[in-house]
Each structure stands twice: as C-alpha cells, then as structure tokens.
C-alpha cells in the first residue's frame, strides 16, 4: 500500500519529490514548467534549500496537487495553509449549498446527485431516489455512499443489466482517484467495494441487439423496464476551499429515447 506523503515527518523536499515522481515529471520539466531551474529543483528536494510560499504553490499547481495536500505542502515547508476546509453546512457555503439544489432540481426528471471526495452523497435529486426505491434501508442511511449503494449486493447492484462492465468503470474510477490523491480512506472503500460479490454472467446484461452508445451506459432496471443512461461529472473550477475542491456532480443522461419517455411521464 502506497504511503500517504504527507503523513511522512520528513520535509516538504521528499514531499514535492514524492508527488514529482508520482506524476512521472523530471526535474527539469517541473524546472521548465515552473519558471525555475533544475538545479534548484534538486536543492529544494534534498532540503539544501527552502523554497518561499509562492514557490512551493507553483510548484503545486504544475504537479496538479489536489488542494488539500497543498495546504500539507505548506505546512511541511514552515507556512500557514493558505485553503481552508469550511463545512459544507457552514453559513459561508450558503450559496453554494443553494446553487447546487437549483442545479440538480433543475435537472430532473434525470438523475443528479453530489458526491464529496469519498463518494458520501451530500445532495441527490428526485431521480435519483426514483432509482433507488426498494433498496435496503442500511444502505440509504446517513452517510449515503455512491459507491456501496452501486455495487452492494443488497444495492442498486442485482438491477444493474450490465454489472460487470459497469463495476469496472467505477472502480477504474476509484483507482485514478486514489492516484491523485493517495487517500488511504478512499483505498479502503475501494478495497471494501472490490470485494463484494459479483454474480455469474447474466445473458440478460447485453441486449439481443447492441445499441451503437456514444459511452459505457448504465443500463439499470426500474419496475421492469430497463433504463438506460451516460454519466457526466462535473467539479468546480479553480477551488479556493478544500471541501469545495472535493465535490463532484454527476448527472445522469438518458441513453435512449424509451427512458426519456418514461421519466418524462414521471412528471405527468
């Protein structure tokens, strides 16, 4: 298992080496990409130099730190953490907290939902909890996770026409997740959510005549009908905030003509 990197007491130098080598980035192309030499890379690796505040947020940015561990960055090098981490139910995200409802209630009869960094639903719309309907109620108790509600056994996972295709989407997902962030809570739900059962090959999961899809459909039944949609997901541009930093919207969108026929008569 992957050691966190800023879980090591050791320097913000083996700490930037960490995430440069992690994005497979010499030293010389961070140089490059940095307005620095590859010389002062080096010192500043090794510790014979303390790189300013600004460096070592540039050099952040160039190695696509997630926001969070910049703030660890940060701290490693003798700084204060310059994002904060406000609750998503603090007064200050008010309007975000609003925009958000307005964005996925705007969406329905489709499904939308937002996920944090470790796939917690922290707002879902009307068409998502159609699709969860029958369910079981320990899956649907507070924190709501994304990942356990698709591929329990007791989920969203025995309706789900395509499963196999469908669970290796979104634990491809998970690990480049993991790669970017090295969250060891995140590897953990990977690991819980890889080992749940998976059933025997179903002739059921693939249509008697493939639909030509412009991308991997969840195709999932409802009240024995099958729907079918592609997921689009969404993050915020340029976060100044961690917990910001970390949502996600996905929207589900209909696949076909049949399921946008149907979840239109929803609201009929």
Not at 118 to 133: E, H, Q
Not at 199 to 206: K, L, S, V
Not at 237 to 261: C, F, R, S, Y
Request: charged share 25%; hydrophobic share 40%.
């Amino acid at each position: 298992m992957t050691t966190h990197p800023s879980t090591v007491d050791q320097g913000v130098g083996p700490l930037l080496r960490a995430w440069r080598e992690q994005r497979r980035v010499s030293q010389l192309e961070l140089a490059l990409r940095a307005d620095s030499s590859a010389r002062h890379i080096s010192f500043i690796e090794t510790g014979r130099s303390r790189p300013s505040e600004e460096m070592v947020l540039r050099l952040a940015e160039h190695l696509d730190v997630p926001v969070r561990e910049r703030n660890a960055l940060l701290l490693a090098a003798g700084y204060a953490p310059r994002y904060p981490e406000t609750p998503l139910d603090d007064p200050a995200l008010g309007a975000l907290r609003e925009g958000i409802e307005r964005l996925i209630g705007g969406y329905e009869p489709y499904p939308a939902l937002v996920v944090d960094a470790l796939y917690n639903v922290v707002a879902a719309n009307r068409g998502i909890m159609t699709l969860v309907d029958g369910v079981s109620d320990a899956l649907l108790e507070p924190p709501l996770n994304a990942m356990r509600l698709a591929l329990h056994p007791q989920g969203l996972a025995p309706r789900i026409r395509n499963l196999r295709a469908w669970r290796g989407h979104l634990l491809e997902q998970m690990e480049r997740q993991i790669a970017l962030h090295r969250s060891e809570p995140l590897r953990a739900l990977y690991e819980e959510v890889a080992a749940y059962p998976v059933p025997e090959a179903d002739p059921a999961e693939e249509p008697a005549e493939p639909v030509p899809y412009f991308a991997l459909p969840l195709r999932i039944e409802h009240e024995g009908r099958t729907l079918s949609f592609i997921s689009s997901i969404s993050t915020f541009n340029t976060p100044m905030d961690v917990t910001v930093a970390e949502l996600a919207i996905e929207t589900l969108l209909p696949a076909d003509p049949a399921t946008v026929k149907y979840l239109q008569s929803l609201l009929s």
